[in-house]
T-cell receptor, first 112, second 113 residues
C-alpha cells in the first residue's frame, strides 16, 4: 500500500528565514497531495494542496512543489513568522483508493 | 470548520470497557473518516465511510468498529478498550464530487487506564 515519508521530524528556524519540509510517496498512482497545519491542541487544517497535473503551486508565503518522477513533494515557507510554528503534515491520495495517507509530521519552530 | 462536531471531547475509561465516539456533520459531505493521532505516527486511518451503511477498514482497524446509519453521523466503537488505544481521535469529512479536501473535527482525547 501507499507509504509517505516526511522529513525532517523537527525544524527550527529564525524568524524571516525560509523553511522546507520534504515528503516522498510510494504509490505512483497518487494524484493529490495536501499539506495540513496543526497548531498545539487544535485540529489539522489544510493550508495548500497540489494535484499531479501541476508541478508547483504558490499561495502568498507558502508554496508546494511536486516531482512525479522522483515521487516527492515539498512545502516551502518563506519569511517565516512565529505564528508559523506548528506541526505540518503532508499526505498523498491515490486515485485508486481515494484515501489519504499522512506523513509522520514535522514540528516547525520559528524563533523570534 | 465544515460543521463537524465530535463528542465527547475528552474521555477517561478503564481497560475492557466499550467506548463509542461520535462524529456529527452538518455539511452533507459524502465521505467520513476516523483517524487516530499518536506521537511519531502522524494521522493513521482507522475506518472510513463512502456513504450510509457503506464502510471499510483503514490501516489500523483492529479493535475498532464503525457505523453510519445516517449521512450526518459516523460512530467509532472500541469494543473492549485497551491501553494501546489511548490516543487522540479525529473525525474528518470530504465533500466528494471531485473535491479531495478533508475537513477535520476538533478531536477526542481518549485515555484508557
Amino acid at each position: 500500500g501507499e507509504n509517505v515519508e516526511q522529513h525532517p521530524s523537527t525544524l527550527s528556524v529564525q524568524e524571516g528565514d525560509s523553511a522546507v519540509i520534504k515528503c516522498t510517496y510510494s504509490d505512483s498512482a497518487s494524484n493529490y497531495f495536501p499539506w495540513y497545519k496543526q497548531e498545539l491542541g487544535k485540529r489539522p487544517q489544510l493550508i495548500i494542496d497540489i494535484r499531479s497535473n501541476v508541478g508547483e503551486k504558490k499561495d502568498q508565503r507558502i508554496a508546494v512543489t511536486l516531482n512525479k518522477t522522483a515521487k516527492h513533494f515539498s512545502l516551502h515557507i518563506t519569511e517565516t513568522q512565529p505564528e508559523d510554528s506548528a506541526v505540518y503534515f503532508c499526505a498523498a491520495s491515490s486515485s485508486n483508493t481515494g484515501k489519504l495517507i499522512f506523513g509522520q509530521g514535522t514540528t516547525l519552530q520559528v524563533k523570534p | 470548520d465544515a460543521g463537524i462536531t465530535q463528542s465527547p471531547r475528552h474521555k477517561v475509561t478503564e481497560t475492557g470497557t466499550p467506548v463509542t465516539l461520535r462524529c456529527h456533520q452538518t455539511e452533507n459531505h459524502r465521505y467520513m473518516y476516523w483517524y487516530r493521532q499518536d506521537p511519531g505516527h502522524g494521522l493513521r486511518l482507522i475506518h472510513y465511510s463512502y456513504g450510509v451503511k457503506d464502510t471499510d477498514k483503514g490501516e489500523v482497524s483492529d479493535g475498532y468498529s464503525v457505523s453510519r446509519s445516517k449521512t450526518e453521523d459516523f460512530l467509532l466503537t472500541l469494543e473492549s478498550a485497551t491501553s494501546s488505544q489511548t490516543s487522540v481521535y479525529f473525525c474528518a469529512t470530504e465533500p466528494g464530487q471531485g473535491s479531495n479536501i478533508q475537513y477535520f473535527g476538533a478531536g477526542t482525547r481518549l485515555s484508557v487506564l
